[in-house]
Each structure stands twice: as C-alpha cells, then as structure tokens.
C-alpha cells in the first residue's frame, strides 16, 4: 500500500477596520485608544427606540477595498441581523451583510510553494459593524481564571471589511502571501491604514485536510491570529495536528479552536454551530448603488502595488526583491517615481532609497512622507555620483552632511573639502609620487618580481587612496601606480 498524503485546503477570513471618523451607524467617534465606554450613544449601544443610520464614507471604503480585490459590485445589497449572545455585544446581535454583501466575487494572486503564479478567490467582501471588547484581569488575557472582566464598547459598530476567500490556499507560505498582498493592495486603495499594531486587521483560518484514500477532515476554524507569523504558525500546528489524527484513523471534530501564540498550540473554544437568529435588519433599507457612483469610485483607484513592482522591474530594471521593498509603502514608491521623474537613473535611485534613505528613516525614526529630502535634490547628488563628480563614498558623506546639517549639495561638498570629480592629473601624480619615496622597500620588492599575488601593489594603493582622502578613483590609481612601478 502506497504510503498516504495529505493536501491542506484552507479559507481565510479577514477583518478590516475601514477608515472613518465615525461608526457605521451612528456619529461616534472610532477613536478605540480613548477612555473606556466614552466614545458610546443610544445608537451603537442599541437602546430601545434607536434607529441606525448607515454612514455614506464606509460605502465608499468599501467599494475601493472591493476594487483592490478585483471584486465588483452589487448595484443592491442587504444588511441583516446575525443574532448570538457575547458579552461584548451590546444589541444581542451584530448588523451585517453577510448574505447579500456590497461586492461579487474577486481574487488575488499569490505565487503557490513551487513558485507559480495562481489565483485565490475572494468569494466576497462585506461590511458589518464591530463588537466591544473585553478585558480580564488575569495575567494571560483570557476569560478563564480571571477575578474580573470588563467590557469597553470603544469599538461597537466601529465600521469593518470582513474579506471571505473561497478555499484555494494550499499551505501556510500561501496564506501569508495572500493575507500580506492583500493589505497592501487595501492600504494602495485608500479603504485603510491597516496597521496591525492597532488591531486593524484580524485573521480567521478554516482548515481541513484532504488525503490521498479519499477521506476529507472537517473544517476546524482557528481564531485569534493578529500577525502574519501568528496566522503562519498557526495554520502549521493545525495541519501537522488534523494529518495526526487521520493518520491514527480519528475523526477530526468540526469546531473553533483559539490559537495560544506563546504557548504555540490551537486549543477547542466551542462547537461549531449556526448562528440562532438570522434576519433582514428591519431599520435599514436596502444599499442601492448606482453605476455612476461605481465609475466614480473606481476613477479613484491608484495603480496596485504588485503591478506597479512588475513594472519597476521590467521597464525600469529595478532587481525584483527591491521592487517588492519600494512597493511595500506607497509614498515610499511615489517618492522613487519622484526621482525618476526628475531624471535619476531608476536603479541607482531604488538602491540609494533603499539603503541610505531608509537608514536615516530608522535612526530618526520617521516616515517618507515627514522626509525633507526632496527627491529632485536626491536625483542631482545620485546623478554626480554617476556622472564621476563624486565617489560614492563621498557621495554618502555629502548625504550625510546635508542631513546633519540642512545645507545644499555644494555647502556640503564645500565644507567636507571634497574636490568633485575627484583627485587626478598632476595632483593624483605627486600623491602617487609621494607614497612611493615614503615606501622603498615595497617598491622593491614589487619591482624584484616578489609580490606574486598583488598584495604590495594593493597597500600602495590602498595608502594613494588615503591620502586623496578617497576622492581618486581606484582604477585611474590602480593604472597610475602599476605605470609607475615598471
């Protein structure tokens, strides 16, 4: 008997705070990092007598996050009232459109574990409002075991995405890939800022196993997952685990399961069951969209940050991993353009952005968007650079300067003594000259045949270069020096 495979066939469903200034329905503020329970009214806390009203900038959120996922949409969509008992939901169930959402069906690409590319589907996105949150008092967070728990209703009916793919990923890599293609083509749309340091975006996985003898595990929903490497770690322990129990011949009981990030582990939280109530939300009516409101929130969209790193490398040369670094932050990106706008060579710019420009980033600490580097200043001290005027070392001192100091290119080249276009002609000659009068014994040695593997001639190189204060060039020395020796 041929030994059994197992193949993972995972959903994942992801949540995104939509960005607003107000809830979904209702004027609160969406600001969670306030004081506990003061960013609350009679609407988000579903008092009698209360009526919702849907806030117009979410729609629009949403349809750019539904663009962003080549999703379309539906010219009519529902909100419905999915009703279950929690805490940390103050009406007794949460409004949703879960059953008729804003969009049809999208997909995103990702590149499957041998490197081809392929297509997830996204069967939809729709929006809902958010729950509270609760607080325990014991030292691991959760309900169990703590002395007291409280509810914060900060983020009731704060406005989200709920972003449901068909089950077409295949391993854990793949899910990161989409989860990590997915924010960015969001965060391009406008639709989010999605930090996920802020909590803005939240992961579910629907696993299940499919072996080689034809038998199919049930689905087991893992909850809990803030980070990518969470998600990652988590859908591996939950395959390695399901793979276990078929192999041993068990059944793999449909459940949710809680992923314990510290410990490592997926643990049971509830059966899986339907919902109790699920109904047309009777104090809204139907989301009619028109196509001219469509064709104006689609002239919206930018260009996707996976398309626009294809064309990077394949019209501008840049390397493929630096694309994807550009990319990855779209004022980062602009910036780039910017140079390459105001004549800088791509590749040189995306190296130096990447490098020197993001170096200072880290050590102060901020974003491109609070850089006061201009890229049309950038582009003129990578183009001396290229152009011979400066080494790059020099040219990495004169960065240096300028940020230090807040001066133009020539006050810095001014003020560092550097001679652009570097030491040459008679000046590099009487330097050259200098050194070898200072070394006689190298001399020597080199001109007897002794330095056999060059590491004579390259210590006289290596002292010519100090003492233009690297402002020679290596090959116009190398040639000079070797010249001199013969």
């Known amino acids: 008997m041929s030994e059994l495979t197992f193949t993972p066939v995972i959903g994942i469903e992801i949540h995104i705070r939509l960005k607003s200034d107000s809830k979904l329905f209702c004027s609160c503020s969406t600001n969670t990092d306030a004081p506990a329970n003061t960013n609350i009214c009679p609407v988000c806390m579903g008092l009698p007598g209360t009526l919702p009203r849907l806030n117009h900038r979410v729609v629009e959120q ?34 949703s459109q879960c059953d008729l959402p804003i969009t049809t069906s999208g997909y995103i690409e990702v590149h499957d574990d041998n490197g081809n590319l392929k297509k997830i589907r996204v069967h939809h996105l729709h929006l809902e409002e958010d729950v509270g949150s609760l607080h325990h008092s014991a030292s691991d967070g959760r309900l169990e075991g703590a002395d007291t728990s409280y509810v914060d209703y900060n983020r009731s009916g704060t406005p989200l995405a709920e972003i449901v793919s068909e089950p077409d990923v295949a391993s854990a890599r793949e899910a990161v890939e989409y989860v990590t293609t997915l924010r960015r083509r969001v965060i391009y749309s406008g639709a989010s800022d999605v930090e996920l340091e802020k909590g803005m975006m939240r992961f579910d996985a629907n696993v299940s196993m499919k072996c080689s003898d034809g038998r199919w595990g049930k689905k087991v929903e893992v909850k809990n997952m803030n980070s990518f490497k969470a998600l990652e770690r988590a859908i591996e322990f939950e395959i390695k685990r399901q793979k276990k129990l078929m192999l041993a011949g068990e059944d793999v009981m449909q459940e949710t399961r809680h992923w314990n990030d510290a410990k490592g582990i997926t643990s049971p939280s509830r059966v899986k069951e339907s919902y109790r109530k699920f109904i047309v939300e009777p104090d809204l009516p139907p989301l009619y969209i028109s196509q001219e409101w469509i064709d104006r929130m689609r002239a919206k969209m930018p260009e996707m940050p996976d398309v626009r790193a294809d064309r990077y490398v394949n019209e501008m040369g840049v390397p493929r991993e630096v694309a994807d670094f550009l990319t990855d932050d779209k004022n980062l990106a602009d910036y780039f353009e910017a140079c390459v706008k105001a004549g800088a060579k791509p590749v040189r710019a995306a190296h130096w952005i990447r490098t020197e420009v993001l170096r200072v980033l880290n050590e102060k600490q901020l974003k491109i968007s609070d850089f006061h580097f201009k890229p049309e200043v950038l582009t003129d001290l990578v183009t001396r650079v290229d152009e011979g005027k400066l080494s790059t070392t020099q040219g990495k001192e004169v960065f240096d300067y300028m940020i230090a100091n807040s001066v133009s290119i020539d006050d810095a080249v001014k003020s560092l003594n550097i001679t652009e276009g570097g ?32 590491k004579k001639l390259k210590f006289l190189q290596g002292l010519v270069m100090k003492e233009s204060k690297g402002q020679a060039k290596p090959q116009e020395v190398a040639e000079a020096i070797a010249e001199a020796v013969k």
């Open 62 to 95: 949403g349809m750019l996050a539904g663009f962003a996922l080549n999703c379309g949409i539906r010219p009519k969509s529902l909100f419905f009232r999915k009703s279950y008992f929690y805490p940390d939901l103050p009406k007794g169930h949460q409004v």
């Open 423 to 454: 030491v040459a002609g008679n000046a590099l000659s009487e330097i050259i000259e200098a050194v070898l009068k200072a070394n006689p014994d190298v001399l020597e040695e080199i001109k007897s045949g002794k330095d056999k593997k060059g």
